[in-house]
């Protein structure tokens, strides 16, 4: 097993991507970094530290690096804080996160809730490039619906 | 053949391939008959080529250079490599 093996393996995974404290991480500035047409990097700007996504160009894996000190920007980035879907969640509290491996058992997702422990963003590599996906809950339950045995429920307060 | 800059970076060490078909990387980095039918009528030209299309815009390329890089599986169940 080589290193790369290593970071796609999920035993050697931790889906907590910023490190516990006191206070909130809140989600100051988005910024991308496009090569070739490819968004190689993007960057979660939370003040006085901020999270980096990459690709692994040879797995189309994603990876992801945590740094404590104030993010640089430098001419290659572009901030996209005004863009969807990250416009709602600026100013808000980065919550949870989890990684995903897709079936051939490479670590190529992320998600991300803002405010909250549902899960509001999936960043996902394909073609040597992080593609943002937005979210969003359909429908709770209905009360009118069937049981566990899938027989119709019948309704209350009759 | 000649590829692009982006063409590369699409790639990554793969681009050492290019001139393979992609039913033929697909093979021998571990897939099978499944990933190569997933890969579709990209299946039977080059990576090279398939590259170059992807960084045009076509999306079913771009899917078929992914199959491509992760068609070693690494999973545990249904026989897969858990080295």
């Not at chain 1, 991300?112 to 509001?120: A, L, R, T, V, Y």
């Not at chain 2, 050492?16 to 897939?31: H, K």
């Amino acid at each position: 097993m080589n290193d790369n093996d290593l970071a796609r393996h999920p035993q050697n995974a931790d889906p907590l991507l910023l490190p516990p404290r006191e206070g909130p991480y809140v989600l100051r500035d988005v910024l991308e970094k496009s090569v070739y047409g490819f968004r190689a990097e993007l960057i979660l700007d939370l003040g006085d530290s901020f999270l980096r996504f990459g690709v692994d160009i040879d797995w189309d894996t994603i990876t992801s690096q945590f740094q404590a000190s104030r993010f640089r920007a430098k001419k290659a980035y572009r901030s996209i804080r005004a863009d969807k879907p990250w416009k709602k969640y600026v100013g808000k509290e980065c919550g949870w996160s989890w990684l995903a491996w897709n079936q051939q058992g490479y670590l190529d997702s992320v998600l991300i809730s803002f405010e909250g422990i549902e899960p509001n963003v999936l960043l996902n590599t394909i073609g040597s490039s992080i593609e943002i996906f937005a979210i969003s809950l359909v429908e709770k339950a209905s009360a009118a619906g069937t049981d566990r045995n899938g027989k119709r429920k019948a309704k209350a307060n009759r | 053949m000649k590829l692009s800059k982006a063409a590369w970076d699409l790639l990554g060490t793969l681009v050492d391939l290019a001139d393979q078909t992609v039913a033929e990387v697909i093979r021998a980095r571990g897939g099978v008959a499944a990933n190569v039918r997933e890969a579709g009528p990209w299946a039977n030209q080059s990576l090279g080529e398939t590259a170059m299309a992807g960084v045009q815009g076509d999306k079913t390329a771009i899917k078929a250079v992914k199959i491509a890089k992760d068609a070693r599986r690494l999973g545990r169940k249904y026989g897969g490599d858990a080295s």
